[in-house]
């Protein structure tokens, strides 16, 4: 289902896809209450059903809700309207490591 143009919890517009991963696809979006770009990790649809990948998606969230450093991205709010559970997470502009590792090779531990 394509989601750009969708509204999450009132307040969170999909603007467009960013990129995705095995269990979820994340969004660049605008927060209308805060008026401020966010991006939004929503868990893909066949996951949506299973209690064990919900139950993982949400504690995922608690994690790295949990941490606070300068190279990790800040958790904002975790939430579900209708089939959809998201996550959304500060907004950071630039470069994916995918393509940080395409353009520069291997990172050195």
Do not use: C, W
């Not at 991963?21 to 605008?30: D, F, L, T």
């Not at 064990?52 to 904002?76: G, K, T």
């Amino acid at each position: 289902m394509e989601m750009v143009g969708l509204t999450l919890g009132g307040r969170y517009s999909l603007m467009e896809k960013l990129g995705g991963g095995g269990m979820a696809i994340v969004y660049k979006a605008e927060d209308t209450l805060l008026n401020r770009v966010v991006a939004v990790k929503v868990l893909r649809s066949p996951y949506a059903e299973d209690d064990d990948f919900i139950r993982r998606f949400r504690q995922e969230a608690r994690n790295a809700a949990a941490l606070s450093h300068p190279n990790i991205v800040n958790i904002y709010d975790v939430g579900q309207e209708r089939q959809f559970y998201y996550i959304v997470m500060e907004y950071v502009n630039g470069e994916t490591l995918e393509e940080k590792i395409r353009r520069e090779g291997r990172l050195s531990p």
